[in-house]
């Protein structure tokens, strides 16, 4: 994900990332909708992120700051003819020497010290990762292996091998039915 310089500004887009789960943005590249990547993609683009949730822990956690006590609105000081009156801009956060903000500061210490004990755990809990896996096939991994070593692929083709094999497919009579390589039926069947 390409994001600005801005310490403050990429915290906040990593927490607002991770707490989505209709975008993947790969690097340098536009956004795509993750029901729109196939499940070998989506596969890596998980383990991806599983691999590097140590370090988006420090941003992720600078982003939850920024949007709990970053947050403002403009404060309703009265009403014209049925239409709010708006005045200055006002902290949504709580008052900091009151007890609501005691106990928000401990709650954010305890997710750190969570999130910080076990990253790994908490990259899947995020709503991001939890979109990327969801539904996939039993065979993703096996499929995204195959696509990270094809020959076709890494030579600067495009990896049709999984099609080419569906076409071929001694076990699929017909092009419209669903290859059976993979059968788990009995090796017995009353009649």
Not at 82 to 91: L, T
Not at 131 to 152: G, N, R
Request: charged fraction near 25%; hydrophobic fraction near 35%.
């Amino acid at each position: 994900m390409t994001v600005a310089a801005n310490p403050i500004e990429k915290s906040r887009a990593y927490f607002a990332y991770f707490n989505q789960g209709e975008w993947w943005v790969p690097n340098g590249k536009p956004p795509i909708r993750v029901t729109d990547m196939d499940s070998a993609w989506r596969h890596n683009a998980a383990a991806f992120l599983v691999r590097r949730a140590r370090g988006y822990l420090f941003y992720y956690g600078a982003g939850e700051i920024g949007a709990i006590f970053g947050a403002t609105a403009r404060e309703v000081i009265g009403e014209d003819n049925g239409q709010p009156v708006f005045g200055r801009m006002v902290s949504l956060a709580p008052d900091p020497d009151s007890r609501a903000a005691d106990a928000l500061e401990r709650e954010l210490e305890q997710a750190w010290e969570e999130r910080g004990a076990d990253p790994e755990a908490w990259m899947k809990s995020t709503t991001l990762y939890r979109a990327l896996v969801k539904d996939l096939p039993p065979d993703a991994a096996e499929l995204a292996k195959h696509w990270s070593d094809c020959a076709i692929r890494t030579a600067g083709g495009e990896c049709t091998c999984w099609e080419r094999h569906l076409t071929e497919c001694p076990k699929r009579g017909d092009i419209n039915e669903i290859c059976r390589c993979r059968d788990y039926s009995p090796e017995w069947t009353l009649s």
